[in-house]
């Protein structure tokens, strides 16, 4: 990050003058006056060494930072749904994920301390509906700051809010992060509240973006057509926004009569410059082309893919 080589550029400057200064303060009138200078010079050396490194030690151990999204279908449906979920995750290494479909919000933040540790906290969006939205992120690594339901896309009966958390980094210098996290409308005739919902969507993300702060819209979008995909082109050249997984091949698995196929629901986009996106699960694994069934983790663990950005 640039924020590093500047702290690390700024501490060293500050070592140097007040090694300095710390000479200049030695005295100099005889060699008897002299002698407890020296202790002194070691000590405020040492002490200076280990402020700058308890300062820098955080971010000697900062590692690129990894968000995904997942829909977790109907969490949870049992018990080796949570395992097989809960070991995808732990298996990405990331720091966050925006996650939908959760019907038991309480069990889910109960399972992800339980199966990833302690530091994980989840944030989730206020409101009634069966089929929750939210963030889970390492406390350890992230504060957050505030959090909002935005219940402009409930555009109709039975459609999802969209959640909005901003989080400050521990170890990072920068302006806050702010992830966006969607649940669209599902199914191919649900095309048109699809797009009262992205015309609903299209000033939050724009305002966030205004804002100055970093921003990750994430989710399923349930672009199951060319419709959806113009909405979301469009959303993404409106708002200045980067569409990391445009050329997705799929990200979920849709089991029919005459097969499996995949497509590509889930989506994230972004402010910021980044590495590589990439669906994983059974998506990276087993391939989008169409198949006589469905993978297991389809079966047992969601008919949606995990997705990740790399920063």
Not at 51 to 72: D, G, H, K, Q, S
Not at 91 to 112: H, N, P, W, Y
Not at 159 to 169: I, Q
Not at 181 to 196: P, T, W, Y
Request: hydrophobic residues 40%; glycine residues 6%.
């Amino acid at each position: 990050m640039p924020h590093r080589q500047t702290l690390w550029a700024l501490l060293g400057r500050l070592t140097v003058l007040y090694a300095h200064r710390l000479g200049r303060r030695a005295p100099t009138v005889s060699p008897k006056d002299d002698e407890p200078s020296l202790p002194r010079l070691v000590l405020g050396t040492v002490m200076l060494v280990i402020l700058v490194f308890l300062l820098l030690y955080p971010l000697t151990c900062e590692r690129p930072l990894r968000v995904a999204t997942f829909n977790i279908e109907n969490f949870p449906k049992n018990e080796r749904q949570i395992e097989g979920a809960f070991a995808e995750m732990k298996s990405l290494k990331v720091d966050m994920v925006g996650v939908q479909e959760i019907t038991d919000r309480r069990r889910f933040a109960r399972e992800a301390q339980k199966h990833l540790g302690h530091t994980w906290r989840f944030a989730h969006a206020d409101y009634d509906g069966r089929l929750g939205l939210g963030v889970l992120y390492r406390s350890n690594r992230f504060v957050l700051i505030s959090a909002r339901t935005r219940n402009e896309l409930i555009v109709r009966p039975g459609t999802r809010p969209a959640f909005e958390a901003r989080f400050l980094s521990r170890y990072e210098f920068g302006p806050p992060l702010r992830v966006i996290v969607v649940h669209l409308k599902a199914m191919g005739d649900g095309v048109d509240i699809r797009r009262k919902q992205y015309a609903a969507l299209r000033p939050i993300v724009e305002q966030a973006v205004a804002s100055g702060d970093r921003v990750v819209l994430l989710g399923d979008f349930n672009a199951t057509s060319e419709a959806d995909r113009a909405e979301l082109e469009a959303l993404s050249s409106a708002a200045k926004l980067k569409w990391a997984t445009k050329d997705m091949a799929c990200t979920s698995f849709w089991s029919r009569d005459d097969g499996c196929f995949g497509s590509a629901l889930d989506h994230m986009l972004t402010t910021e410059p980044y590495f590589e996106s990439k669906a994983r699960g059974p998506c990276q694994s087993e391939g989008c082309d169409r198949k006589d069934q469905c993978p297991i983790f389809h079966r047992e663990v969601s008919d949606h893919c995990p997705i990740t950005l790399d920063f």
